[in-house]
């Protein structure tokens, strides 16, 4: 393998592309390679090769954080969920070549080749994450973790957009409750945040603090007339400065009657009570399906009661019939019997 083995190397690291990605900040990574190095290579390669061959190696992993700047794909930052993503789809791959005991040449071209794709999907992981989980808020600000790539450091990082999120118009009928929501979808992924403060707000440019706390929702059980007005809801952060505002405008209206309609089927005093005057609502189908299997399970029981009650008489009619047919045999056996002594006793008389 000699010069062989060192152009393969070379053009097999040559042909990995820029890919978005710092892999090598995940400590389970690092330790991967040493045992690349110290456990397989011993086996699978020559010595005189392992050094180059760990260089490149490592050279093609730390490539993944050479990257050009994008701000749609990549801004030199990822969160811990992304590297732990790439991280073990690379460690996943790693231990399948190693597991296959693969040698020489083809080793170095299965290793380099695994390293190739999975900067490619990296790069998708890293590009998702640009897109969606980036600095996700839309207004105030959001402090997130991130890792830098070109240093492996973990900082807190500010995402600052406009303190204020908006005006909200609320409509409450009287005697209602009335809830403020003041969550955004961000704040459970934000650092740093502290209380949700609701203050209600005069027309002399004066407020009123109505509650504080970790509930992100004010509610006021049956509003009246004078709870109509404005009222703002401030997120606080540790940097002493809010991360969110919003201002709520409530109006509310008047108190809605409902309107309790007699059931068809009572009558009201004046009411004729005349067949007519009747109307019977029409059963549900399952009301109907009820009645009809009910109605079945009635005449089913009529029907195995006379059943079981025809077949005792039936029986005692039988067991009667037996008894008389063997009783009238014997009676009339006596009968005859007793006929000849009588006329015996008779001609004797004579």
Same mark, same amino acid.
């Given at each position: 393998?000699?010069?062989?083995?060192?152009?393969?190397?070379?053009?097999?690291?040559?042909?990995?592309?820029?890919?978005?990605?710092?892999?090598?900040?995940?400590?389970?990574?690092?330790?991967?390679?040493?045992?690349?190095?110290?456990?397989?290579?011993?086996?699978?390669?020559?010595?005189?090769?392992?050094?180059?061959?760990?260089?490149?190696?490592?050279?093609?992993?730390?490539?993944?954080?050479?990257?050009?700047?994008?701000?749609?794909?990549?801004?030199?930052?990822?969160?811990?969920?992304?590297?732990?993503?790439?991280?073990?789809?690379?460690?996943?791959?790693?231990?399948?070549?190693?597991?296959?005991?693969?040698?020489?040449?083809?080793?170095?071209?299965?290793?380099?080749?695994?390293?190739?794709?999975?900067?490619?999907?990296?790069?998708?992981?890293?590009?998702?994450?640009?897109?969606?989980?980036?600095?996700?808020?839309?207004?105030?600000?959001?402090?997130?973790?991130?890792?830098?790539?070109?240093?492996?450091?973990?900082?807190?990082?500010?995402?600052?957009?406009?303190?204020?999120?908006?005006?909200?118009?609320?409509?409450?009928?009287?005697?209602?409750?009335?809830?403020?929501?003041?969550?955004?979808?961000?704040?459970?992924?934000?650092?740093?945040?502290?209380?949700?403060?609701?203050?209600?707000?005069?027309?002399?440019?004066?407020?009123?603090?109505?509650?504080?706390?970790?509930?992100?929702?004010?509610?006021?059980?049956?509003?009246?007339?004078?709870?109509? $007005? +404005?009222?703002?809801? /401030?997120?606080?952060? #540790?940097?002493?400065?809010? @991360? =969110?505002?919003?201002?709520?405008?409530?109006?509310?209206?008047?108190?809605?009657?409902?309107?309790?309609?007699?059931?068809?089927?009572?009558?009201?005093?004046?009411?004729?009570?005349?067949?007519?005057?009747?109307?019977?609502?029409?059963?549900?189908?399952?009301?109907?399906?009820?009645?009809?299997?009910?109605?079945?399970?009635?005449?089913?029981?009529?029907?195995?009661?006379?059943?079981?009650?025809?077949?005792?008489?039936?029986?005692?009619?039988?067991?009667?019939?037996?008894?008389?047919?063997?009783?009238?045999? $014997? +009676?009339?056996?006596? /009968?005859?019997?007793? #006929?000849?002594?009588?006329? @015996? =006793?008779?001609?004797?008389?004579?």
């Amino acid at each position: 393998m000699g010069p062989h083995f060192t152009l393969l190397c070379a053009a097999l690291a040559g042909c990995l592309l820029p890919a978005e990605g710092c892999v090598i900040c995940d400590p389970s990574v690092v330790l991967a390679l040493k045992s690349l190095e110290k456990d397989y290579l011993p086996g699978h390669l020559d010595a005189k090769h392992h050094k180059a061959m760990m260089e490149r190696v490592e050279n093609a992993v730390k490539d993944f954080q050479e990257l050009s700047l994008n701000e749609d794909a990549y801004m030199g930052v990822v969160d811990e969920a992304t590297l732990q993503k790439g991280s073990w789809s690379l460690l996943k791959d790693l231990k399948r070549i190693t597991d296959s005991d693969v040698k020489g040449d083809l080793f170095v071209k299965e290793l380099f080749w695994m390293l190739h794709l999975q900067k490619e999907t990296f790069a998708t992981y890293v590009a998702r994450f640009q897109k969606e989980a980036y600095c996700p808020n839309k207004c105030g600000v959001m402090l997130q973790t991130l890792i830098w790539c070109k240093n492996c450091k973990k900082e807190v990082h500010a995402c600052r957009k406009s303190y204020d999120c908006g005006e909200r118009n609320v409509e409450v009928p009287q005697m209602e409750d009335m809830i403020l929501d003041c969550e955004l979808n961000w704040h459970q992924a934000s650092e740093g945040l502290t209380d949700y403060s609701f203050y209600r707000v005069w027309g002399n440019n004066t407020e009123t603090l109505v509650s504080k706390g970790k509930e992100a929702t004010l509610t006021k059980p049956m509003v009246g007339p004078e709870d109509a $007005g +404005s009222y703002r809801c /401030e997120l606080g952060s #540790v940097n002493s400065s809010p @991360a =969110t505002i919003i201002n709520f405008h409530v109006r509310v209206l008047p108190k809605m009657i409902k309107e309790e309609k007699p059931s068809p089927n009572i009558v009201t005093p004046g009411e004729a009570t005349t067949e007519s005057s009747i109307t019977l609502q029409p059963l549900k189908p399952e009301k109907m399906l009820a009645s009809r299997l009910l109605g079945l399970l009635i005449c089913g029981s009529l029907a195995l009661i006379t059943g079981l009650t025809f077949a005792i008489f039936r029986r005692r009619k039988v067991i009667d019939f037996i008894k008389s047919s063997l009783f009238g045999l $014997g +009676s009339g056996a006596a /009968e005859q019997t007793q #006929v000849p002594e009588e006329k @015996a =006793t008779d001609s004797r008389q004579q």
